[in-house]
């Protein structure tokens, strides 16, 4: 089965379809973060000038924009990319050299590679880091603890009601219910097979709804059981819990910043400026800081302010800024 990362920001997708398409074609000058001084930057940058992009979703142009003001801060030109293309285009932008570092994920790595996940995140990103290395001379850099990827959730009052929390609890009962779910969804979910004795055809029936609607359906009885996204901080405020994956069942997503090795051995600061971040990702900050973006937006900021705004706080917070 070959991974297929989807965008789990993708409820902010929308948002960033309004973001100009021709981003990566563009001429210099920052985006982002890119014009505003970063706190602590110095004054005469004088390193190897570096160009950094983000994908379309929220978590993929937040993490990109915290990149842009690290290397900032470290005294480096950055040329912004950010929230500028796909999976492919971005790929396929940093192996031509047009861009030299980007947010990747483990799950997405696995699946450009044409590899399967071993369940395992380390040996994932392992696999992914010695691929990339080899095949591309990229390099994988420290990976956070944020898990950007796939779970199954249900409404409060249907987990008490099933006497749920945990997919093993599910697998037995999985023949009386009804899954909602985007088609997207689907491999993942067949892969549980191999740890949870069930896929989607053991269910009673399943519901390819967009994900907006599979909250809706359980709501309204019409389903028991839909997709969500791990980074999803409207899972709590609509009323409902995730069923812990206890089996490690998912494939994770794991991000790290991709960087060309020629750019990396140009100028060994760079690592030294993106590492100490990984650790402090998680998925609850990057829940809070997806909130944060929203309800920014919300009140009138553009998406790239709200972004650029939500990052700088929190690197400040974090004393990495």
Not at 107 to 113: E, F, Q, V, W, Y
Not at 162 to 177: D, E, F, M, N, R
């Amino acid at each position: 089965m070959v991974l297929l990362k989807r965008s789990p920001g993708a409820k902010f997708l929308l948002l960033f379809a309004l973001i100009p398409m021709l981003i990566l074609s563009a001429c210099g000058g920052t985006t982002g973060g890119g014009s505003t001084p970063t706190p602590g930057q110095t004054s005469a940058p004088t390193k190897v000038p570096i160009t950094v992009a983000s994908k379309l979703d929220l978590d993929g142009h937040l993490l990109g924009e915290m990149y842009v003001l690290l290397l900032q801060k470290a005294g480096y030109t950055v040329n912004a990319k950010l929230a500028s293309g796909d999976n492919g285009t971005l790929f396929a932008a940093i192996k031509s050299g047009s861009v030299d570092l980007y947010p990747e994920f483990t799950g997405t790595g696995l699946s450009l590679l044409g590899l399967k996940s071993a369940y395992n995140p380390d040996m994932d990103y392992q696999t992914v880091k010695n691929a990339y290395e080899q095949q591309f001379h990229i390099t994988w850099l420290d990976q956070a603890p944020l898990n950007d990827g796939y779970a199954l959730c249900t409404s409060k009052t249907r987990s008490q009601s099933l006497g749920i929390t945990t997919l093993s609890q599910l697998a037995p009962k999985v023949s009386q219910l009804t899954l909602a779910t985007q088609s997207d969804g689907l491999p993942f979910f067949n892969a549980l097979q191999s740890s949870y004795g069930f896929a989607s055809t053991n269910f009673k029936s399943v519901q390819k709804v967009a994900y907006s609607l599979g909250f809706a359906a359980v709501k309204s009885g019409q389903a028991d059981v839909t997709e969500c996204y791990t980074t999803d901080g409207s899972v709590a405020t609509q009323g409902f819990v995730f069923l812990t994956d206890d089996k490690h069942g998912f494939t994770e997503f794991h991000p790290a910043p991709i960087v060309r090795d020629s750019i990396l051995q140009s100028d060994t600061g760079i690592a030294a400026a993106l590492n100490p971040m990984a650790p402090l990702m998680t998925t609850d900050v990057n829940v809070m800081l997806q909130m944060q973006v929203s309800a920014k937006h919300m009140s009138g900021e553009s998406i790239p302010q709200a972004v650029q705004e939500v990052a700088t706080a929190w690197l400040m917070s974090v004393h990495l800024l």
